[in-house]
C-alpha cells in the first residue's frame, strides 16, 4: 500500500505562484509514475502533470504547458508542482496520484487533496 499526503496549497492572486507537495509513504519502491489532477466541484477530475519515476519524463495537460514545471524529491519519493503564472481556472482541488504504471484517473493511489483559489 501507498500513502500519499499532499501540502501546499492555498489562496494567491493572478499571476502569483504556488508550489505544492507530495510525500509518498509505504510500498513505493513499485511505483513507476507519481503526478498531480485537479477537478472543480461539477467536472471530472483532469490531469495536470504527471513523471515517470525511473526516466524522469514529464507529461502535462496543454492548459498548464510553460507555467506549471513537474519534480521530483532526491529519494523518488516526492513529487513537487511549481505553478507560475496562475490563472483563475487554476482554481481546484489538486489530488496527488502515484501508479505502478502511468498515471491516469484509475490510478489506485490518491492523496487527500488540497484546495488552491486563485483571485482575479
Known amino acids: 500500500q501507498v500513502h500519499l499526503v499532499e501540502s501546499g496549497g492555498g489562496s494567491v492572486q493572478a499571476g502569483r505562484s504556488l508550489r505544492l507537495s507530495c510525500v509518498a509513504s509505504g510500498y513505493t519502491g513499485s511505483l513507476n509514475c507519481m503526478g498531480w489532477f485537479r477537478q472543480v466541484p461539477g467536472k471530472e477530475r483532469e490531469t495536470v502533470a504527471y513523471i515517470y519515476t525511473h526516466s524522469k519524463s514529464t507529461y502535462y495537460a496543454d492548459s498548464v504547458k510553460g507555467r506549471f514545471t513537474i519534480s521530483l524529491g532526491n529519494l523518488k519519493t516526492t513529487v513537487h508542482l511549481q505553478m507560475d503564472s496562475m490563472k483563475p481556472d487554476d482554481s481546484a482541488v489538486y489530488y496527488c496520484?502515484?501508479?505502478?504504471?502511468?498515471?491516469?484517473?484509475?490510478?489506485?493511489?490518491w492523496g487527500q487533496g488540497t484546495q488552491v483559489t486563485v483571485s482575479a
Open positions: 496520484v502515484a501508479d505502478r504504471n502511468t498515471c491516469n484517473s484509475g490510478s489506485p493511489y
